[in-house]
């Protein structure tokens, strides 16, 4: 399994960035696949989840009405679109399998799989 996210750069707030991960190693369309961020003194925030069954979405409450994810099962790939970007949103974007939403929580478990990472700075 391999994630390599890519997109991320500076940014002024107010700015949009489109985030990209290319994934390879297994069937995206089988699993549920999200993005978290993670800032640097930070605890990991999950932003984003989409199911692998019905493609139910989930947001984290911070960035509904800004962020769009979505995935392109015949490319392997998955984006995060961010729009409105703010400076609290400077962090490491890592896109990551596999992920569970509710209305509540976005969970990204420890034993899942995830790439390097992106860094998004939000700073005029």
């Known amino acids: 399994v391999q994630l390599q996210a890519s997109g991320g750069g500076l940014v002024q707030p107010g700015g949009s960035l489109r985030l990209s991960c290319a994934t390879s190693g297994f069937t995206l369309d089988y699993y549920a696949i999200g993005w978290f961020r993670q800032a640097p003194g930070k605890e990991r925030e999950g932003v984003s989840c989409?199911?692998?069954?019905?493609?139910?979405?989930y947001y984290t409450d911070s960035v509904k009405g800004r962020f769009t994810i979505s995935r392109d099962n015949a490319k392997n790939t998955v984006y995060l679109q961010t729009n409105s970007l703010k400076p609290e949103g400077t962090a490491v974007y890592y896109c990551?399998?596999?992920?569970?939403?509710?209305?509540?929580?976005?969970?990204?478990?420890?034993?899942?799989?995830w790439g390097q990472g992106t860094q998004v700075t939000v700073s005029s």
């Open positions: 990551a399998t596999p992920c569970a939403g509710s209305d509540y929580d976005l969970l990204f478990p420890d034993f899942g799989s």
């Open positions: 989409i199911n692998s069954s019905d493609g139910t979405i």
